[in-house]
């Protein structure tokens, strides 16, 4: 098996746990998607991408290690995840999709890795409790509309130091509030 067929265990609500084989290499679309009972993900070291709402709804998932090869985090793939509390992700994400952790509420804080270029529309949206986001990357170009829409009023957002200035404006008004605040470290 090298990869899991879009729908493959769509809605199927007696899943409690997946072990993905060190074969597969990608999670089709809506793969687990409503698997509301789903609470732990072990994903295989060769899977290069996630496709849209693979995960959507998956309503007990608390936590994500993503595989160092994942390349995409498609649209709405995590959307929904309300316990979703920790992330990580793998260095060679380059973008993260729109709605990709759109109302993880559990979510309190997330790393951006080095070679994501571009977040794209409400990747972040909702994410009440979402403090603190590091952004590792310095080839971050695009940020969309409302990325970080409704995440929490008193995050912090954590840049490169040699970045600071220039996404400092790329980061301006992408949804946060004005308590919001962008750090160099």
Avoid: H, R, W
């Avoid at 709402?53 to 290690?65: M, P, R």
């Avoid at 992700?89 to 571009?118: E, M, R």
């Avoid at 301006?172 to 605040?181: A, E, F, I």
């Amino acid at each position: 098996v090298t990869s899991i067929a879009d729908k493959a265990l769509k809605g199927k609500t007696k899943v409690t746990q997946i072990t993905i084989g060190a074969n597969v290499t990608k999670i089709g679309s809506s793969a687990f998607a409503g698997c509301t009972k789903l609470s732990k993900v072990t994903m295989g070291s060769n899977v290069t991408s996630i496709g849209s709402s693979a995960f959507k709804g998956c309503t007990k998932l608390t936590k994500v290690s993503m595989g160092k090869k994942v390349k995409t985090i498609g649209v709405s793939a995590f959307e929904g995840c309300k316990k979703l509390s920790k992330v990580t992700i793998g260095s060679a994400v380059t973008t993260i999709d729109d709605k990709a952790f759109k109302n993880c509420t559990a979510l309190k804080s997330i790393t951006i890795p080095k070679n994501v270029s571009k977040i794209d529309k409400q990747a972040f949206f909702g994410c009440k409790n979402l403090k603190t986001i590091t952004v590792k990357s310095t080839k971050l170009k695009t940020v969309g509309t409302d990325a970080f829409k409704k995440i929490n009023a008193k995050a912090t957002i954590k840049v490169p130091s040699k970045k600071y200035k220039s996404y400092k404006k790329l980061l301006n008004d992408k949804g946060q509030g004005s308590k919001v605040k962008i750090v160099k470290y």
